[in-house]
């Protein structure tokens, strides 16, 4: 069963053949087991999951179904849900309770599937390895001495443990698609505003998105039917016709126009990466598509563009965190001032505080002009790259990371070597487009490598297609870490 796509999960609660309340307690029990090694949830709560698929059952048997209706799905904890903590992997928000739900945690409700729990996560979306969690770092499950990514971590690594079904993430600088790549299972980033941002605790707005995380490109498209819509909560999210991401999926690739950016391919990739990339375009030649090479030549100021206009968001996003109103309070304080100040100072981490000094720094008076618009105006050059490139193919590919997964602790004394473990997927969120990563091998040493796939706006069906036509062809994805019994 733990094997079983999304759609046969779906059949086999339809069928009778298990409850949702057997699935449930299948995936808790696996939680209790498996979760000490590897740390993906920081928060469980059987009773409320239980609860939810009770009423899942109720559902099924009345035949108001939903192709996700009783089906466990773990939640990253930067959503918050009603009645579960959320902590956004920080001491800040440790014993914080949501009062509301989300809009994803409201879609997914609404369809009847179930809160397995929250998964661990950099803390506030901030980290490449889920090292900077509060509660500690996730292990990935193909080798537990190696990071899982981030800040989608947790998510991550309990897709590929079998300890849900499917996740949730959000992605702002590549929080969905490194982690996918490095624990060898699927992730898709949307375009900016297809899925609400509304109750998902801000890290930097202008790039923050919410996506899923699964096994396949065709689980992926029937979460990504559940988590988009339009809601007027949030000023960003896009007003659109509902859209079925699964309708294209078993399109043939004849005459796909790949388009291969060179700057993907220069100094700093594997060559174990390199191989499991160029093994998978040929794969995608095999079925129609031809190979075009394209160049996205601002790709490289990304990182130092998005290491400012990143931290001049958070820290006006975070500024709400002040020890008043709620979250973490020092307990020892002499006046208002020393309260903030101590607060603050003890309820962030390391890599947090620094993110906020940094871009307290951008936008101060003075260094505005010099920094903070200057790196608006390389966006808007990184962007219309994109537009130039997508005249020439219809999808652009390449790795998802420069090397697989590397070791804990490995880069926690150099954050620029942290920082460079997104320089493929940073790009894209500061153009606001989709992409996604899928399973395309392993490396020498036994660690997945992932393909992202990047489309234009709001082409995230023909993504889907293009993703879906490959598993077809191959079995990466299906790849269950050898440890890991199922």
Not at 98 to 109: G, L, R, T
Not at 129 to 150: L, Q
Not at 467 to 473: C, D, E, L, R, T
Request: hydrophobic share 40%; aromatic share 8%.
């Amino acid at each position: 069963m733990l094997n079983s796509s999304l759609l046969q999960l779906g059949a086999a609660l339809r069928s009778k053949e298990i409850s949702s309340v057997e699935l449930t307690q299948l995936y808790l029990h696996r939680i209790t087991a498996l979760n000490s090694k590897l740390n993906a949830y920081i928060t469980v709560n059987e009773e409320m999951s239980l609860a939810q698929a009770r009423a899942a059952d109720v559902q099924l048997a009345q035949s108001k179904t939903h192709a996700l209706t009783g089906i466990p799905v773990a939640q990253k904890d930067i959503f918050c849900a009603m009645g579960w903590r959320t902590t956004c992997g920080s001491k800040m928000l440790s014993d914080f309770i949501a009062p509301y739900d989300a809009h994803v945690i409201e879609q997914f409700n609404r369809v009847g599937a179930v809160n397995l729990g929250k998964t661990n996560m950099d803390e506030f979306a901030m980290g490449s390895s889920n090292e900077t969690s509060h509660f500690g770092n996730v292990k990935n499950p193909w080798n537990n001495n190696a990071v899982p990514g981030g800040s989608s971590g947790g998510s991550a690594a309990a897709v590929s443990a079998h300890l849900c079904a499917a996740a949730t993430g959000t992605d702002t600088g590549g929080s969905i698609r490194q982690p996918a790549a490095l624990c060898g299972i699927s992730g898709l980033k949307p375009t900016y505003g297809v899925v609400s941002r509304y109750g998902m605790i801000a890290f930097a707005s202008s790039l923050d998105q919410a996506g899923p995380m699964a096994r396949s490109a065709e689980d992926l498209a029937l979460l990504l039917n559940v988590m988009a819509g339009f809601d007027e909560r949030d000023s960003t999210s896009l007003q659109r016709e509902t859209e079925d991401y699964t309708r294209d999926l078993n399109k043939p690739l004849n005459g796909l126009r790949i388009g291969l950016p060179k700057e993907f391919f220069a100094a700093g990739l594997s060559a174990d990466v390199a191989q499991a990339i160029e093994a998978s375009i040929a794969e995608y030649k095999k079925l129609g598509a031809t190979v075009i090479d394209i160049s996205l030549p601002n790709s490289r100021l990304s990182i130092p563009v998005y290491y400012v206009l990143a931290p001049a968001e958070a820290s006006s996003n975070l500024s709400r965190y002040d020890g008043v109103r709620y979250g973490y309070r020092t307990p020892e304080y002499t006046n208002l001032a020393d309260m903030y100040e101590k607060s603050r100072a003890q309820g962030f981490g390391e890599e947090v505080k620094r993110r906020i000094m940094i871009g307290t720094y951008v936008l101060s008076h003075g260094y505005y002009d010099a920094y903070y618009l200057q790196a608006q105006k390389i966006r808007r050059l990184i962007a219309q790259d994109f537009v130039e490139a997508f005249k020439q193919c219809d999808v652009i590919m390449g790795p998802t990371t420069p090397t697989t997964a590397f070791n804990l602790a490995e880069k926690n004394d150099d954050p620029v070597q942290m920082y460079l473990s997104d320089i493929y997927t940073i790009a894209v969120n500061l153009a606001g487009l989709p992409g996604m990563s899928i399973p395309a091998g392993f490396s020498g040493n036994g660690l997945p490598v992932g393909l992202q796939i990047i489309g234009n706006y709001f082409d995230e069906a023909r993504m889907l297609n293009v993703a879906h036509q490959y598993q077809q062809v191959t079995d990466w994805h299906t790849r269950t870490p050898q440890h890991i019994e199922v």
